[in-house]
């Protein structure tokens, strides 16, 4: 996930969900915690309040074990540090590009670090990140080359009149997946 959270008064970030504490999310740092919580998709400021002294309210589905209690003191620990903001709004920021802000270029020059055979694509990367649903499912699609480029649409239905050999928007080489989203000179400026 590279989509990271900027706490400012903690009402839109998902307390145990997104990754806005650590290098993963609480969820996944404290899974004995996160397995017995009710509401998982809580925001920060439902469980810790507005402002300092924390009120912790965790609203667990039962008592909890030993382990789970050492957890909790942990979380509560590692949390100390952290100060709301009540009169600013959380942000999102995507560390992929310099301006914080998400794009789907960034998010192509991430994925092209990713280099090899499609059974290496890193599936579990693209479809648990934090980008919207239509870009994570666009990914696919042209990982896949289920995208309907010139020659595929050739292959498909080959009594149509189209020229795969020529790219309509370079007008330099045929209109592959693979040309349009990796080599296509006018697309890979964009």
Same mark, same amino acid.
Do not use: K, Q, T
């Given at each position: 996930m590279l989509t990271r959270f900027v706490v400012g008064n903690g009402e839109r970030i998902r307390f145990w969900e997104d990754l806005w504490w650590g290098d993963q999310p609480l969820g996944s740092q404290f899974s004995r915690l996160f397995r017995v919580v009710l509401d998982k998709n809580v925001p920060i400021s439902s469980i810790l309040g507005s402002s300092r002294p924390f009120f912790w309210n965790f609203n667990f589905r039962r008592n909890l074990s030993d382990i789970?209690?050492?957890? %909790?003191? +942990? &979380?509560?620990? *590692? %949390?100390? +540090? &952290?100060?709301? *903001?009540?009169?600013?709004?959380?942000?999102?920021?995507?560390?992929?590009?310099?301006?914080?802000?998400f794009s789907v270029k960034s998010f192509f020059l991430t994925l092209s670090y990713f280099s090899g055979s499609p059974q290496d694509f890193p599936s579990k990367f693209v479809w648990k990140s934090q980008v919207p649903f239509k870009v994570r499912s666009f990914i696919w699609l042209v990982a896949h080359k289920k995208v309907n480029s010139n020659d595929m649409l050739q292959l498909r239905r080959p009594y149509k009149a189209l020229s795969p050999d020529i790219c309509v928007l370079c007008m330099k080489q045929g209109e592959s997946v693979d040309?349009?989203?990796?080599?296509?000179?006018?697309t890979t400026g964009l």
């Open positions: 789970e209690i050492g957890d %909790l003191e +942990g &979380l509560m620990r *590692s %949390l100390d +540090g &952290l100060h709301l *903001s009540p009169s600013v709004p959380d942000a999102r920021f995507w560390p992929a590009s310099s301006s914080g802000f040309h349009l989203f990796l080599h296509c000179s006018l």
